[in-house]
């Protein structure tokens, strides 16, 4: 089950949402987190029956250690190795494997094990939890049903943002929101739902198409396919993104921003305060910054930065692709942080700043998109080899209007001054555009979701 399909927009939503918004007139915040966290539990089952119990148990395991983990630096090593070890067996436990093979000349077999979706994602917000309660920053939660409502809220669950339990906590324990905030939630539901459905899938057959024929792709067609993946990934995580906090709202949760248009941004560093931010200050908070951030020398900064991004690169999947995407992120903030680059990168003109960048990211997505190096350096070396620009065997007229409307799209537009007349409109265009997801969903389009992945 996922958010663009049939049955969770015309029956789950409706039913979870109502109930959860008519528990409100209770003045009781348990009934309604009582029942946010029975449909949770209801959605996540619908996709995985099994690994639902491994989530409670994780869940259960951390909110007892939480207890103890300021009295006690061995049970707070312990929650951190629990969790960080469920990850690393689902996860991981392939990649290792051949890892050993490779290094140790052995044999040993694969094991194979069905990912659970949405681990990465619920797993960073246990952490979160249990290192903010060992530092202070937030109490232990006193009530199960909170914090497992907190861990398995759906409208996050699979793909984020990752929500931290001390942005959250105030908003479990009373009832915010009105008919207002609600409908400012569903119009903003509407608007990432038509990014995913009407941009991101349409995009998402020419960046199948280019990423599929490799070996006999051209220049033109090779950029057009790139471009198009750019635009899907960002479509369809930000239209997630929009989805979940449009969601949140109509529950009565606040969720943090989770991008600012990263395509308009002059440097990988801006790139990086743009895209996915509920990662990336997970990673600065609970990583860069213990381990010295930029507090112990320019050698140990850098160091750090490609540590950071290395591991966020695995973050994002088990294939060493996802390791060198994640190090040539690095590599370039390392080198911003050089003072002749920066010197540079003052003197020169905004838009060839803007193409810097633009390449940069667009080369790295070549390594995130490719199921192997070798499929990345023959994609990588299509883009540069001149030879033919024709692009019509990845391009149809639709997805190239699809491509056109994704760059109009991710640009940060001027908006009227909000008014009475203005929310009608957004609400009529909000209406318009949920209609034309429904009839592409009755359709059977193509439906895929990147990040379910993760």
Not at 108 to 131: C, E, R
Not at 258 to 282: D, I
Request: glycine residues 8%.
């Amino acid at each position: 089950m996922v958010f663009a399909s049939p049955i969770f927009l015309f029956a789950f939503m409706p039913l979870a949402v109502g109930l959860c918004m008519l528990a409100r007139w209770t003045k009781r915040p348990w009934v309604r987190n009582g029942l946010l966290l029975l449909f949770s539990l209801a959605f996540y089952a619908w996709g995985e029956p099994t690994y639902v119990f491994l989530m409670l148990g994780a869940i259960l395991a951390n909110y007892l250690l939480a207890f103890r983990v300021r009295e006690s630096r061995l049970v707070f090593v312990c929650a951190v190795a629990l969790d960080l070890g469920m990850l690393a067996v689902f996860k991981y436990l392939d990649l290792l494997i051949s890892a050993a093979n490779g290094l140790f000349r052995l044999n040993l077999p694969g094991a194979h094990l069905a990912l659970p979706i949405g681990i990465s994602f619920y797993t960073f917000q246990i952490l979160s939890y249990v290192i903010d309660v060992r530092r202070g920053d937030v109490p232990p939660a006193r009530n199960l049903v909170d914090f497992a409502a907190y861990v398995s809220m759906f409208p996050q669950l699979i793909a984020g943002p990752i929500v931290r339990y001390v942005d959250v906590a105030a908003d479990l324990r009373r009832l915010n929101g009105d008919i207002s905030t609600a409908a400012a939630g569903a119009r903003r539901f509407c608007m990432g739902l038509a990014k995913k459905v009407l941009l991101a899938n349409t995009l998402a057959s020419a960046a199948d198409t280019a990423f599929g024929m490799t070996g006999s792709l051209n220049f033109g067609g090779a950029w057009a396919g790139l471009i198009a993946y750019a635009l899907q990934i960002y479509f369809d995580f930000s239209g997630y993104s929009d989805m979940a906090i449009g969601l949140g709202k109509m529950l009565g949760f606040s969720f943090p921003e989770n991008f600012r248009y990263p395509y308009v941004s002059l440097s990988v560093k801006e790139f990086w305060r743009r895209w996915h931010l509920s990662l990336s200050t997970w990673f600065r908070d609970y990583l860069y910054i213990p381990l010295g951030g930029s507090r112990r020398g320019k050698g140990r900064t850098l160091l750090n930065l490609l540590i950071v991004f290395a591991l966020c690169g695995l973050w994002h999947g088990a294939n060493w692709t996802f390791l060198l995407w994640g190090l040539w992120h690095g590599l370039f903030l390392c080198l911003e942080r050089l003072s002749f680059m920066k010197k540079l990168q003052e003197a020169l003109p905004k838009w060839v700043r803007w193409c810097y960048t633009a390449l940069v990211v667009l080369l790295g997505w070549v390594l995130f998109r490719a199921d192997s190096l070798a499929l990345a350096l023959q994609y990588a070396g299509n883009l540069f080899s001149l030879e033919g620009v024709w692009i019509s065997e990845v391009l149809t007229v639709q997805s190239g209007a699809a491509l056109l409307a994704g760059i109009v799209c991710c640009l940060p537009l001027p908006r009227p001054r909000q008014n009475a007349l203005t929310e009608t409109v957004y609400t009529l265009i909000a209406l318009a555009l949920l209609a034309a997801c429904a009839l592409c969903l009755a359709g059977g389009t193509y439906n895929p979701f990147i990040y379910f992945r993760f």
